[in-house]
Nanobody, 122 residues
Framework: QVQLVESGGGLVQAGGSLRLSCAAS????????MGWFRQAPGKEREFVAA????????LYSDSVKGRFTISRDNAKRTLYLQMNSPKPDDTAVYFCAAGGEFGGNPSAYAYWGQGTQVTVSS
């Protein structure tokens, strides 16, 4: 069992930067594949980025590639999403997920946080 708590969301201007954090507790944090997803009002949950358990692979959606960076600090048991040059289209609730198969399929992740709101103003 893993508990996930996101933080760091808020209001940011387009072109600025924001860093989301996901603090984990429970079972061995470093053993899990992890990911970030987002959901805008009226839309389905969308893949953002994934982090392979060993740290040797990352994966990004085309919409954020080159702007967002996923990383993890095993000592702090925290997953991060650095958001650079955000756009208004990035406005959504951002969720952290853990467990399951590495990749962008939300059904593959067993554990989810409660989400943190990110609003990008133009």
């Amino acid at each position: 069992q893993v508990q996930l708590v996101e933080s760091g969301g808020g209001l940011v201007q387009a072109g600025g930067s924001l860093r989301l954090s996901c603090a984990a507790s429970g079972r061995t944090f470093s053993d899990y594949n992890m990911g970030w997803f987002r959901q805008a009002p009226g839309k389905e949950r969308e893949f953002v980025a994934a982090f392979y358990w060993s740290g040797t692979r990352t994966l990004y959606s085309d919409s954020v590639k080159g702007r967002f960076t996923i990383s993890r600090d095993n000592a702090k048991r925290t997953l991060y999403l650095q958001m650079n040059s955000p756009k208004p289209d990035d406005t959504a609730v951002y969720f952290c997920a853990a467990g399951g198969e590495f990749g962008g399929n939300p059904s593959a992740y067993a554990y989810w946080g409660q989400g943190t709101q990110v609003t990008v103003s133009s």
